[in-house]
């Protein structure tokens, strides 16, 4: 049985430190673009990192160590509840910076005070453990109720504004994350409900999976948008500039490679130009033919090389 537990830990520390790329690569975007957005999502990203870390701590307490008590579960869930709700926080300015536009001052101050309602530690109650431990039992579900709810709702506004996301990549992005949430997070849900001697359901921790599964699908779509700024800011007597001499590249189809290398959709470039989405493709497709490339990521590719080289 301990070897069993000890294989099992080991898988969840390959997903901890799997999906943990993810938070070094938006660290990455925030240096290379400064972007407050960016910067709000590293930090969500990072506590949510820590909340994992502390579950997988608590696994090798309880699990390898043998150690199991009511003080170690008590610190533990204070821990998580801690951390779930400074990310809590971090979501608030997350959905706002997304949507473009802050919430009411009711909606603010409500949402505020959940998150500082979960943060509230109960440890303090552990000079009267036993009274501490009947006060748990009575919060902790409260607690789960107030994050859930603080959460879902901020993820259905979020969802209800997610046309107004103009990179595509990241839309796209969404919509599948939507998707995965729907099928791992009953899973999450149900593991969280075993007890601490049971270990997790699936020997594997569900919500360790969807935080592996999160940050793999975040470095796939983010990973080529790390040294994209460095050509997006560039003047046109720079590197882009040059590209655009050589391959006999137009003052609309520059316009057009600029917002492509933002990765806004056909219909935004459209929108943003004044022009159909059929005129977009006719450009795009001229520039691919001019440039000899065959899609968006080699064009994305051959700019690099020219920013590299000349």
């Keep these: 049985m301990i070897f069993q537990d000890s294989i099992f830990f080991f898988l969840n520390l390959l997903l901890l430190l799997g999906g943990s790329g993810g938070v070094a690569i938006t660290f990455f975007l925030y240096r290379k673009n400064n972007n ?22 608590y696994f090798y307490i ?23 709700g400074i990310l809590g926080l971090t979501f608030i300015f997350l959905v706002e910076g997304f949507i473009r536009k802050k919430f009411t001052r009711f909606e603010r101050n409500l949402y505020f005070a959940v998150a500082v309602l979960v943060i509230l530690p109960v440890v303090w109650l552990l000079n009267n453990f036993t009274t501490g431990i009947r006060i748990w039992e009575f919060v902790m579900p409260i607690k789960s109720i107030l ?7 901020l993820l259905y506004i979020f969802a209800r504004s997610i046309n107004l996301i103009l990179n595509e990549d990241i839309k796209q992005l969404t919509k599948r ?46 990973a080529k948008y790390i040294t994209l700024p460095d050509i997006i800011r ?3 007597d720079e ?9 006999g ?15 806004i959709s056909y219909k935004a470039i459209a929108d943003k130009l004044f022009i159909s989405h059929e005129t977009v493709k006719t450009h795009v497709n001229n520039i691919y033919k ?21």
């Excluded at 075993?194 to 997790?200: D, L, N, V």
């Design 36 to 57: 407050p957005l960016v910067k709000i999502y590293f930090l969500a990203l990072l506590f949510w990192t820590l909340n994992e870390l502390v579950e997988l701590v």
């Design 62 to 84: 309880t699990l390898i160590l043998k150690i199991n008590n009511d003080i170690v579960n008590l610190l533990q869930y204070d821990l998580q509840f801690v951390v779930a």
């Design 239 to 247: 590197p882009l500039g040059k590209y655009i001499e050589k391959f």
């Design 147 to 153: 994050i859930f709810g603080l959460i879902f709702r």
């Design 249 to 263: 590249i137009s003052k609309r189809e520059k316009e057009v490679i600029q917002l492509l290398l933002e990765g």
């Design 234 to 236: 560039v003047s046109d």
């Design 177 to 222: 994350l939507g998707l995965v949430s729907l099928i791992l997070y009953p899973l999450v849900v149900l593991d969280a409900m075993q007890t601490s001697t049971s270990g997790y359901m699936f020997g594997v921790s569900m919500s360790l999976l969807f935080y592996f599964v999160f940050n793999i699908m975040w470095m796939r779509v983010s």
């Design 290 to 310: 001019k440039s000899g490339v065959n899609n968006k990521v080699e064009l994305i590719n051959l700019i690099k090389k020219c920013v590299n080289t000349l």
